[in-house]
């Protein structure tokens, strides 16, 4: 385990384009100390969170955004835990209050293990009375509080009942596997609750970002072996669990279970794709109703022209860069390393896939478009 006090933080931009959404960051730093998160190593868990931008220059910076478009979904404190502190959920409130007064109108989704209180429920009852569209993404694992330090896990599952009372659209966060929490048992578990209460799952493996090897050895010794190229893959999974998560999930009445989050906002949202997923091997993977898929079929993005891509890039400040573009596949292969940002703005407006050398300046980890894929291995 990294002691926090040895490493000088490392923020992350307050307002970045990430493969799902648009990160929305005026605070950053968790107070908890879950073993895999991926702020570790920046030295921002287990920390008292900063505010880096009021909640009025957090929406200042986020209209500005080059990234910014009024349907953009929108993630809120993804370098935090709003609900961890009286401060970051002050924070939040104010946040949210203000996008209401702006008459903002894009999905906004706030990922949390911590339980709600009462003045945050009010606020997202009323931010949602408005016609701010928010989503709960709530982090259920199974994993214990060895794993996952200073988490109330009783208050977490209490949080499936209270936003299913008031209407608020939650999204089950299955993430990550290990093999402590990737038995049967364990998935029964998890999944007996979830089910009861979220419109599907999104089941994501252990993310292992350039670095992290060492962090996440202790958790699971197996990814010691130096044959094991954990890194570069989207995620790790381990193999009972691969063998076992969707099979078991459709004897809970055919309940939508994701690999993509992508796709799971579509499926809320009741949107088409629009991350060129469809077709693909994870579209085909996905545990995605059959009214999604229509869905995605009938919404089919139209034809994608170069005029069209330099327009993009100029609107997003790198225009002129060299690129191939090959319309029948809608794939863009660039010439010169780019950001992530950059790839993800282009792959959510344009609806395409984008292939790119990775910025050396990217410090956020690759998505599915830049990775190898999943790599399943033995407990």
């Avoid at 868990?45 to 929108?74: F, G, I, N, W």
Wanted: aromatic share 6%.
């Amino acid at each position: 385990m990294i002691n926090p006090s040895k490493i000088e933080r490392l923020y992350e931009p307050v307002i970045d384009q990430h493969e799902s959404w648009i990160a929305v960051n005026g605070v950053q730093g968790c107070n908890k100390g879950c073993g895999y998160c991926f702020l570790e190593d920046r030295g921002l868990t287990r920390v008292r969170p900063v505010e880096l931008a009021t909640p009025v220059k957090t929406l200042e910076l986020l209209l500005d955004s080059r990234y910014y478009r009024p349907t953009s979904v929108l993630a809120l404190y993804t370098c935090t835990d709003a609900l961890s502190t009286p401060r970051t959920r002050k924070h939040l409130t104010e946040l949210l209050d203000l996008f209401v007064e702006r008459g903002l109108r894009n999905p906004v989704c706030l990922i949390t293990k911590c339980g709600f209180t009462p003045d945050v429920l009010e606020c997202l009852t009323r931010t949602r009375a408005a016609g701010l569209p928010v989503i709960v993404y709530l982090s259920y694992s199974g994993l214990g509080p060895d794993v996952e330090q200073g988490i109330n896990h009783d208050a977490l599952r209490a949080n499936f009942p209270a936003l299913h009372a008031i209407g608020i659209p939650v999204i089950h966060y299955w993430r990550p596997f290990l093999p402590q929490n990737s038995t049967p048992e364990a998935v029964h578990r998890v999944l007996g609750l979830a089910t009861q209460y979220a419109q599907c799952s999104v089941a994501v493996g252990l993310k292992v970002k350039p670095g992290a090897r060492d962090q996440m050895a202790p958790l699971w010794p197996a990814l010691k072996d130096p044959g094991l190229d954990v890194e570069s893959a989207s995620s790790v999974w381990p193999a009972t669990m691969r063998e076992t998560v969707f099979g078991l999930a459709q004897h809970y009445r055919d309940y939508p279970v994701f690999e993509t989050n992508s796709c799971a906002l579509s499926h809320v949202l009741k949107q088409p794709d629009t991350s060129n997923i469809l077709g693909s091997s994870v579209c085909q993977s996905n545990l995605c109703p059959l009214s999604q898929r229509e869905r995605c079929a009938i919404g089919r993005p139209g034809p994608v022209t170069r005029a069209g891509i330099d327009a993009h890039l100029a609107q997003i400040g790198i225009p002129g860069i060299p690129y191939d573009w090959e319309p029948l596949t809608r794939t863009m292969t660039v010439k010169v390393p780019m950001t992530a940002g950059d790839c993800n703005s282009l792959t959510h407006t344009l609806s395409i896939r984008v292939r790119a050398e990775r910025s050396s300046s990217d410090h956020y980890w690759p998505g599915k478009g830049s990775t190898t894929g999943l790599l399943i291995i033995d407990n």
